[in-house]
């Protein structure tokens, strides 16, 4: 695999760094609970691991509303223990990733504050400030994200604010060269501390359309959708200009060796590719959330597999997600069963896999009652919280599940019936599982850098292959709760089962499947 880059050839692996392990019994994970289970990381078979916010915050969005760009909020510990932490990962051959929050701050920021101060205030242009409609009420009809409108009036200096996300988190007006000079320093600040890339938040929000046009109205909103489906994101996100902003970005990351810039970005492939930008000049990785979002029928990932192989620019490279703190966990989408073969479709697919942590034990959504929430958009519009997959993380068997000696900041799973050190015992976990795909695209060059070729589906059978010099490998996954056949007209030797009890040559004939079984396989 020589010629790839580490973050193309490895895998990244999400820390949501409140749930993963507390150190200090206050039933908040730190950044010394981190480094204490680096361990687990580099037995899973990881690459890189990429940290939620862990900035000095009001926690109004639990992280992403951010008070200070070079710091660290004294929740998660200090700049000296995340440091360390850097160190530690470094030494076990773990890249570390940090995500950048450039769309909006926190009210609290030293900028926004400044900005406040009134209309002659060196930093009003930092922000975007606008002046009412000629009835008084906002500018235009851009609703928030977590409900609402976009806009928030400030009767000192009587103009609107905008924010795309809570009243608390302001826009940061990035067509100001100063802002973007403040922020360019601020990623170096992190890449002096030997940070190994980042992941940008919500990067496709950056530019708004410089007129505040009114979004249209989007005819396919049924009632019960979040409120911001109402109308179509035309003019407030999503606009040509971001790409000169993401380029600059880019330049900063390329003066440092070796480092990432991946984009979140939920938009339809033709506009997602955009993000590679003109000659690979944007993100290295704009993050393909297909399969978060698509129905799980065989026929319908095999189309999407190869509409976005199609879409990629030339030198473009892939990557893919299952889950991630925004959206329901895996195995509540599809089921336990379904979700030990999604992990072998997301550890054999061409391009960069993603794993949100406790996906790899299985870990589903936990019912979190409404009077426990803490998520600021189910407080807003009840039913879209996203609470229920951010819960820590369960490493034993005691109510608590290792992960804290306090009261957890939010409800464990039930911690008798799923933890990893129950599945470190199981030969046949889910954890076992990831391990052993993990271990085979480590000693498989063809599934990590081959070409993916697309195979037929027969039914709920989804197969393709990777070939790679001489290599030539087949994975086939049975979508469905039923047996089923595949035609192979070739030898094959089974290399791996989602079910961890078979291996070796198959038998002639068709390759037959169990039901919720996928087999990477030889031909």
């Not at 209309?119 to 409900?147: E, L, T, V």
């Not at 509540?332 to 391009?351: D, F, N």
């Not at 951010?390 to 599940?401: A, L, Q, V």
């Amino acid at each position: 695999m020589h010629g790839l880059a580490w973050w193309q050839r490895g895998v990244v692996y999400q820390v949501y760094p409140r749930s993963f392990q507390d150190t200090n019994g206050d039933g908040i994970g730190d950044l010394q609970g981190v480094r204490r289970r680096l361990d687990h990381l580099v037995r899973l078979g990881v690459d890189a691991v990429w940290l939620s916010p862990i900035y000095p915050s009001p926690m109004a969005d639990f992280g992403y509303d951010v008070a200070d760009y070079c710091g660290v909020d004294p929740i998660f510990g200090s700049l000296e223990d995340f440091d360390r932490l850097i160190d530690d990962a470094h030494a076990r051959g773990l890249k570390l990733i940090l995500d950048f929050v450039p769309n909006h701050t926190s009210e609290a920021h030293p900028w926004f504050v400044e900005s406040r101060s009134g209309r002659a205030s060196p930093k009003r242009d930092w922000y975007i400030w606008r002046d009412p409609a000629p009835d008084g009420g906002p500018p235009n009809n851009w609703m928030s994200n977590f409900g609402g409108s976009a806009w928030a009036f400030d009767p000192a200096s009587g103009q609107y604010y905008h924010h795309a996300f809570l009243e608390q988190q302001p826009d940061l007006n990035w067509r100001n060269p100063e802002l973007r000079a403040a922020m360019a320093e601020v990623m170096r600040f992190w890449l002096d501390r030997g940070v190994d890339g980042f992941r940008v938040d919500v990067i496709w929000h950056l530019m708004k359309d410089a007129l505040f046009r009114d979004n249209p109205p989007n005819p396919a909103f049924t009632p019960g959708e979040p409120d911001i489906a109402r109308l179509l994101q035309v003019h407030s996100a999503d606009q040509e200009e971001v790409l000169d902003v993401i380029r600059e970005m880019r330049a900063v990351v390329d003066d440092y060796q070796d480092r990432v810039l991946i984009g979140e970005i939920y938009l339809p492939v033709e506009r997602l590719v955009a993000y590679y930008g003109p000659e690979l000049s944007g993100v290295h990785l704009p993050f393909n959330f297909q399969l978060i979002l698509a129905p799980w029928h065989a026929p319908e990932i095999a189309r999407l597999i190869d509409e976005y192989e199609r879409a990629l620019p030339a030198g473009g490279w892939p990557n893919w997600v299952l889950g991630n703190h925004d959206q329901r966990r895996i195995a509540s989408r599809i089921g336990p069963a379904q979700a030990r073969v999604a992990a072998m479709l997301l550890l054999t697919l061409r391009g960069t896999p993603t794993i949100y942590y406790g996906d790899e034990i299985g870990l589903a959504d936990v019912f979190v009652p409404h009077e426990l929430a803490q998520d600021p958009w189910e407080k807003n519009e009840p039913g879209h919280g996203r609470d229920p997959a951010r819960t820590p993380m369960p490493w034993d068997d005691t109510p608590t599940g290792g992960f804290t000696t306090g009261r957890p900041w939010l409800p464990l799973n039930d911690t008798r019936a799923l933890n990893v050190a129950a599945q470190e015992a199981d030969p046949r976990s889910m954890l076992r599982l990831h391990r052993a795909l993990l271990a085979l695209r480590r000693s498989h060059p063809a599934l990590a850098a081959g070409l993916y070729e697309s195979g037929r589906t027969e039914g709920d059978v989804l197969a393709f292959r990777r070939r790679l010099g001489d290599e030539d490998l087949l994975v086939a996954l049975n979508l469905g709760s039923a047996p089923a056949e595949v035609d192979l007209g070739q030898p094959a030797e089974t290399l791996l089962s989602t079910h961890l009890d078979r291996s070796g040559p198959e038998p002639a004939g068709p390759l037959r499947l169990r039901a919720d079984e996928g087999l990477v396989l030889r031909l």
